[in-house]
Structures are given as C-alpha cells and as structure tokens.
C-alpha cells in the first residue's frame, strides 16, 4: 500500500497545488455578494483532533469531513459536495504537504459522497461498503420532506473498493479499521477507528446537533441506531475523541451517552404510549419530546414529528 501511495504522491502533489491556486481564482472571479459570503465564513473550519487526525466542519453544517495524514498518506472520512471540494483540497494542504491518497465514505448521502467524483479525478481512492456502491447504481432518495428522489450518482463517483464486513488500512504507523455498524442512519453505516490514536468517526450514526435521521429508505433502524451507538460506547475509553456526522465540536464518550439515553428516553416514552392503546395520531399529540426539543430540536427539517413514525412503526412491528 504504501509503495502505491509513493507513486501516486509524486504525480499529484503538482495538481493539488494547481488545485489550491485554481480555488483562490474562482474566488476573484466569483460575484461580489458570493466572495463577500465566503471571506465572512469559510467553507470549512478546521478542528485538530490530534497530532494527525483533524475534523473539518462544513459551514453549512452538512457531513464532518475527517483527515488523517501522516508521512506515508492523507485519507479522508467522507467527501462532503463537489462545489466545495476546492475548499476541501486547501484545507488539507494547510495540515500537510501530501495529496489525498483515499477517502471512505460513512454512508450513501449526497453530503458525505458528493465529492466523490471530483476527487477521484485527482487520482483519490474511493472506499466504502458495498452497499453504497450498489445504492449509487440507481437514482437516491432520501428521508427529509417526506422523502427527496436525487439523480443517480456519475460512475466516477463510485467507490473501487468496497468491503462487506471490515476492511484495515495500514497508514502512518497507525491501523484505521472500518467496519459496518448494524442498521442505523442507513444499512450502510462504516464506523471508522484510528485505533492508535483512539480516535473515532462515526458517520450520521452520531450527531450532536438534533434528533437522529433513520433513513428507511436505505435500509436505517431507530433500534439499530440504539443498538449502534451501544457498540461505539463499548469501545471508547476516557481519553476518547469522536467525530460526528454532523455537529460543531469533536466529541468524546460522555457525548455518545448522552446520545444513546435520548434515543432510549424517546424509545421508552413511545413503548408506553403504544402499550396505552394510542395510535399514532394520539402519540403525536402527546407532545413526548417537548421537554428536550430544546437541545436536540432545532434544526426544522427534521424534528422529532419527523422521527416518530419510524419509531412508533419499529415498536409496534415488535409486539
């Protein structure tokens, strides 16, 4: 592997470089009201997680970027959108001087693969779990607004190496496993641990920032999401860094728990409320969520009305 890398570093370290000077281009020629925007908030802010492993949070706050570099190779978790994959190859020429080797996508949404295809046309090795190949073979759809269809995918946007359980790189004196989580967000979740620098990134199996999205259109599962933020728990320690999909700050195991018992709170609130002899309507009128929509509901696309359904329909497929 890290043969590979020397070649495919020497090629493309003049085109990351060109790659950083066309950025700065498209920036002056872009209009006023645009570069004015961009100069207020960049498009990424850069988070250092450790000596070698950084979170770059989009602006936008869609899909938490990871980076790991070191003196072999860069690999990134996730590739964010094409229109910023630009800023994305400038942020990581700031942490190191090597290109970008590889990048593992968490799962299947335009946030996290939409980058895809551009960077593989800088020679980036696209990773991730079959089942998001497969997905991209096809138009996508997606859950918010009652569910968005989306153009299927350009070829060059699709992973080259897939795995079906567990798959290790062997990069910068450290083992980064990646491993497929049990349905959750979708039922193609990669959970990636840099197991030397006990550091995790968990995908959109873990935000920070608002009520969970269960994708039931790609195979996700409230009670998987239970069971998937439990393994992430078991494997942290104190010392523990997270990354999550989506939220503004890196995390740490206490975070997963707090994750973990609001998924359990709204799991058992909805239990009883079924056992009552409720039916969805009356749930939903229950308010269940109004004491913590504060913390976790703030985004409006997606609030916990969004969310119940899924839950009262897992519950109720149970008994």
Not at 13 to 18: A, K, M
Request: zero cysteines; glycine letters at 8%; proline letters at 5%.
């Amino acid at each position: 592997m890290m043969g590979l890398n020397q070649s495919r570093q020497r090629a493309q370290r003049g085109v990351y470089t060109n790659a950083k000077t066309a950025f700065a281009l498209l920036l002056s020629l872009a209009p006023t009201a645009l570069v004015a925007q961009d100069a207020g908030k960049p498009a990424f802010t850069s988070h250092r997680v450790t000596q070698s492993i950084a979170m770059l949070e989009p602006a936008d706050t869609n899909g938490n970027v990871g980076v790991f570099f070191g003196d072999e190779a860069v690999l990134l978790i996730d590739s964010h959108y094409e229109r910023n994959v630009e800023a994305l190859v400038a942020e990581v020429a700031e942490l190191t001087d090597l290109p970008i080797s590889f990048a593992v996508n968490t799962h299947i949404h335009p946030d996290h693969i939409g980058g895809n295809a551009r960077l593989a046309s800088y020679g980036v090795t696209l990773v991730a779990h079959d089942s998001v190949r497969l997905r991209m073979l096809k138009e996508l759809r997606i859950p918010r607004r009652g569910g968005i269809t989306l153009p299927q995918p350009a070829e060059a946007a699709r992973p080259v190496i897939t795995y079906s359980e567990a798959l290790s790189f062997h990069l910068n004196d450290e083992e980064v496993r990646v491993f497929l989580a049990p349905p959750a967000h979708t039922d193609g979740d990669s959970f990636v641990h840099f197991v030397d620098s006990d550091v995790l990134h968990l995908g959109d199996v873990f935000r920070t920032n608002m009520y969970p999205i269960i994708d039931q259109f790609n195979g996700g599962s409230f009670l998987g999401m239970i069971a998937a933020m439990q393994i992430a728990i078991d494997m942290a320690g104190p010392d523990t860094k997270v990354i999550p999909g989506h939220g503004g700050e890196v995390s740490d195991r206490a975070g997963m728990i707090e994750v973990h018992a609001m998924l359990s709170l709204l799991r058992d609130r909805v239990q009883t409320a079924i056992e009552s002899g409720a039916s969805l309507d009356e749930i939903a009128a229950m308010n269940l969520s109004q004491d913590i929509d504060g913390r976790w509901g703030s985004v409006p696309s997606w609030t916990f009305t969004d969310l119940l359904p899924t839950i009262e329909s897992e519950l109720r497929a149970q008994r």
